[in-house]
């Protein structure tokens, strides 16, 4: 790739974040506000941030725009990002301030105004937080700022894994399906797939009502075979038996979802990351496959609901 990278992300974005911690439970909403200004033509970006929720960020960074990746030059952010599609970014940095590494990614939806980004802050190994967040672009002061999302109580929820909606939204019987964007092992484009995931109940789950004992169907995966499985979830958690393709993956709020699923057959083992919009109705997927350590591409884009 080359050319600047900041075609789609300019502007102040303004956003509710739902915050987990490290069990996985509804930690909090954190309003999300930040601006992102280009300062000159050779590619440095300046970023406001002011985060205030369970936990607290507030600051500014600036970032070197080198079209194919980005480098976060502090001081309130360090680390380095990956540019894997105009208006996807997939990063590694480092919040001093928290003493707090993250791995996140955050997409622009198709229309440009509207961003899903999913952020897992660690300390060492150790999950701490991690960050559901979705914002609305704001291009002017004059414009009305997006419709405030309706605040969730943490004590009311911390021991549902649905954080009160009464359903697991990336996990509900139906169909996901999209045209996905592919990428090389050098993160070069090579094509689109389509792609589809078809979930549907087929049993009890392990821990009641929050649960789910599903039969999943997925197609376009490119990388390795299709795939069907069954996949059970706890709500907090979802996991596979034996089998050609199998793996686990934590889930947060039912919207965030992160792990990792090894397909026998082909030898290799996919990161999928995915978080859903809040009413469902969408959800970005980031699926960077592995052989050991090498990594062989990627798949991204956007899927939509239908509940068939």
Sequence with gaps: MSGGSFSQGLGEWIGSAEVYDGSGRFAGMGRDTRTVQAEDPAGLITVEVTFEGPFSLSGMYTIADHGSHRTYEGPLNLGFAEVLGDGLIAARNYWPSLGLSQRFFLMVLPGGDHQLSLALLSRGDQLRWTVVGEYRRRLQASQDPPPEVEPIDPAAVSDDPTAGRGRLLLLRP??????????????????????????????????????????????????????????????????????????????????????HFHNDPAGCRVWRREVASLDGSTKAVLHIWYRGEERLGALYGTLTFDPE
């Design 174 to 259: 139906g169909r996901w399906s999209g045209r996905l964007h592919r990428l090389d092992r050098n993160l070069e484009p090579s094509g689109t797939v389509d792609y589809v995931e078809t979930v549907a109940a087929s049993g009890d789950g392990p821990a009641g009502a929050s649960s789910a004992a599903l039969a999943v169907e997925l197609s376009g995966l490119d990388f390795a075979p299709d795939a069907s499985f069954a996949l059970e979830s706890d709500g907090w958690t979802a996991w596979t038996p034996a089998g050609d393709f199998a793996g686990s993956a934590a889930l947060s709020g039912g919207r965030g979802l992160s792990g």
